[in-house]
């Protein structure tokens, strides 16, 4: 009779790598966000790989799966933002603003009109706190919008949506205004920046006064910061024009991605009330900017499908392309969008820690940003 006998031998084969969950989460996060910006840009939403990027993100938020962002990756992208608005500027700003005076005048009066009316019917109607409603109110900048809103203590969903069914509505109203019945494809007003160098140290001297900033707690320093040292760059010739893609899509996407993380609590129910009424403020916005439309074209003499597109509450690149599509003044409509996106910029910043109020309630999420408490 034969008898075997097993002798277990220990195995010192190296376990296999583990990967962190949080940095798991955040892949995961890209990747959904990601696809759901090329899916929007492949039907040709307006601003497709920031809202589609929300969408999707939002959507697997809303789905039970884990998604999650670094706090160093979303302060990345908020310096880049700022880059690409800070490079955007150039002395033809200045001059076209100097051109038009009474027209940018009645523009600055009706971005205030704007953002005034909407804050009071959020406020009064649905309820929102201060902060929120001021921020789901603002015409334009939704990058700065974004960052402010989470310091703040706004609830950034509520933001997020609000500003989105702006921007897709105004879109989708403006040419049925105009009796636009003509379709153009995107391009964009600035010649990309081709010197790699210069681009390179734009990016270095605006990082750091980002960080300057953000040290000495101006609001949105990562933002403004980047945004304000860009501009000095490109006024002073270093370098000027529109990022290149390559940086731009990342950085949109994550955007979209900082959003999405903030709809993990958030119902359907609570998205579908938060979509009819960022859609009633969007109609209030359209006819206060159909007003100072008119008033600008009544002071200056111009058409008023003219002034309704320099007028419109946003989407500076759409209008830009209809004008061109209208026969229209480009330079006209261009000028004044950029000059009511710069004072959002500029402006907002210095009053948001007294619009938010002392009293206002936040809350630290995991990634060191703040939640409003408040619904």
Not at 36 to 47: E, N, R, S, T
Request: net charge neutral; hydrophobic share 60%.
């Amino acid at each position: 009779m034969k008898f075997s006998m097993a002798i277990a031998i220990p195995c010192s084969c190296p376990t296999p790598p583990t990967v962190p969950p949080l940095l798991l989460e955040m892949l995961r996060g890209l990747l959904v966000a990601g696809l759901g910006g090329l899916a929007f840009w492949l039907v040709g939403f307006p601003a497709p790989w920031l809202a589609g990027a929300m969408a999707a993100g939002a959507a697997a938020a809303l789905g039970g799966v884990k998604i999650g962002l670094a706090p160093q990756l979303r302060d990345a992208a908020f310096i880049l933002l700022g880059v690409q608005t800070g490079a955007a500027v150039d002395w033809r700003t200045v001059e076209r603003a100097v051109h038009w005076p009474l027209s940018t005048i009645l523009l600055c009066l009706t971005v205030a009109a704007v953002t005034l009316l909407c804050t009071l019917y959020y406020r009064r109607v649905h309820g929102w706190d201060r902060a929120t409603a001021f921020f789901a109110s603002l015409p334009g900048a939704l990058s700065l919008v974004v960052l402010l809103a989470g310091q703040m203590g706004a609830d950034l969903r509520r933001v997020a949506i609000a500003q989105c069914i702006r921007l897709f509505l105004l879109v989708a109203a403006i040419p049925a205004l105009i009796e636009l019945s003509v379709t153009v494809p995107p391009t964009s007003g600035l010649a990309p920046i081709d010197n790699m160098g210069a681009l390179a140290v734009m990016f270095l001297v605006a990082s750091a006064a980002g960080l300057l900033l953000e040290r000495l707690r101006f609001p949105a320093g990562l933002f403004v910061g980047p945004m304000l040292a860009a501009a000095a760059l490109s006024l002073s010739g270093v370098a000027s024009g529109a990022l290149p893609d390559l940086l731009l899509v990342p950085g949109n996407v994550v955007l979209g991605l900082v959003i999405a993380v903030r709809f993990v609590d958030f119902t359907l129910a609570e998205i579908g009330r938060s979509l009819v009424q960022g859609a009633s403020g969007f109609l209030i916005a359209l006819a206060v900017a159909a007003a100072g439309a008119a008033a600008a074209g009544a002071v200056t003499g111009l058409p008023l499908a003219l002034t309704r597109l320099a007028f419109a509450p946003g989407a500076l690149e759409a209008m830009t392309i209809i004008a061109f599509a209208l026969n229209y003044d480009p330079a006209y409509v261009g000028s004044h969008h950029l000059i009511r996106y710069l004072g959002i910029v500029l402006i907002v910043p210095l009053v948001a820690t007294w619009v938010a109020g002392p009293a206002k309630s936040r809350r630290q999420d995991d990634d060191g940003s703040s939640i409003s408490s408040e619904t």
